[in-house]
């Protein structure tokens, strides 16, 4: 399998805007953005930052190049070194394990790249997709925030995944810088 992250560039935003806007894959949030004026705005004026980084995830399929989806990872407590993850895989190439090795690489680059403690990851109760998703990827469930979430006029549990940077450097046994 060849799946690649690539930084976020103009030529992107279409496929971003479109993805974003998409209610079919952000199903557990408790909003998406249905303005793609709205989110090409966004990203352009965080596409430089050093506080997060957004990428887009494309994989090799019958030959040719194609975006698959987003994945994203952004200081979450800046003096403690630890980075949040987020992803979404188109639902078409979801369940193929595109968006496992896509978490990989993510890892990869916080832990080696920005030289991250801990990279944390949260999720909606009922998403099994991005809970066996970190599991996979040897994130292990710290703890549940109860009634976080209000979705459709109902609240609902969040879960808090973590890794640390020695779980990865034992699960994927690499030395890091």
């Known amino acids: 399998m060849n799946v690649n992250l690539s930084r976020v560039t103009v030529d992107d935003l279409d496929f971003i805007s479109e993805l974003e806007c998409n209610k079919e894959i952000w199903v557990y949030e408790e909003y998406v953005e249905s303005d793609r004026a709205t989110v090409r705005a966004d990203y352009l004026e965080k596409m430089d930052s050093e506080t997060g980084y957004d990428f887009v995830v494309t994989a090799d399929i019958d030959g040719k190049h194609v975006r698959i989806g987003l994945a994203q990872i952004w200081s979450y407590v800046d003096h403690r070194n630890s980075w949040e993850l987020g992803f979404a895989i188109l639902p078409s190439y979801q369940g193929q ?34 809970i066996k998703l970190m599991e996979r990827a040897g994130m292990r469930r710290e703890g549940i ?13 969040q879960y808090f995944y973590s890794i640390l940077d020695k779980e990865y450097r034992k699960k994927y046994t690499v030395e890091l810088d």
Do not use: I, P
């Open 97 to 130: 394990g595109y968006g496992a090795e896509a978490t990989k690489l993510l890892l990869d680059f916080a832990f080696r790249q920005l030289q991250a403690h801990k990279v944390v990851g949260m999720c909606h109760c009922r998403n099994l997709k991005s």
């Open 145 to 157: 925030f109860q009634e976080e979430l209000l979705l459709d006029g109902q609240w609902h549990d």
